[in-house]
């Protein structure tokens, strides 16, 4: 069955990095697009970014651009959410999504 394990989360100062992994198994990942969603509390999801299958196109959210980037290694069936630059407002549960499923989310807290 489709699973989305997703990890790298924790807690980051203002200004730190983190790098968030969402691996994927129980479809085609390389033929698939794959996004990351954040959901911060109190608030609706939205996403972040995502990427095509070959990883030749990206798109991100305005808030997020210059700060984050998206990759993926094909051959590991992995994605990947590079965040630089974390500022508080960062601070949501991390999900990825592919081929209409959710992964169980990690948990990112910007905070000094």
């Known amino acids: 069955q489709v699973q989305l394990v997703e990890s790298g989360g924790g807690l980051v100062q203002p200004g730190g990095s983190l790098r968030l992994s969402c691996a994927a198994s129980?479809?085609?990942?390389?033929?698939?697009?794959v996004n990351w969603y954040r959901q911060p509390p109190g608030k609706e999801r939205e996403l972040v970014a995502n990427?095509?299958?070959?990883?030749?196109?990206?798109n991100y959210a305005d808030s997020v651009k210059g700060r984050f980037t998206i990759s993926r290694d094909n051959a590991k069936n992995t994605v990947y959410l590079q965040m630089n630059s974390l500022k508080p407002e960062d601070t949501a549960v991390y999900y990825c999504?592919?081929?209409?499923?959710w992964g169980q989310g990690t948990q990112v807290t910007v905070s000094s």
């Open positions: 999504y592919a081929v209409g499923r």
């Open positions: 990427i095509t299958p070959t990883g030749r196109y990206t």
């Open positions: 129980g479809f085609t990942f390389s033929s698939s697009i």
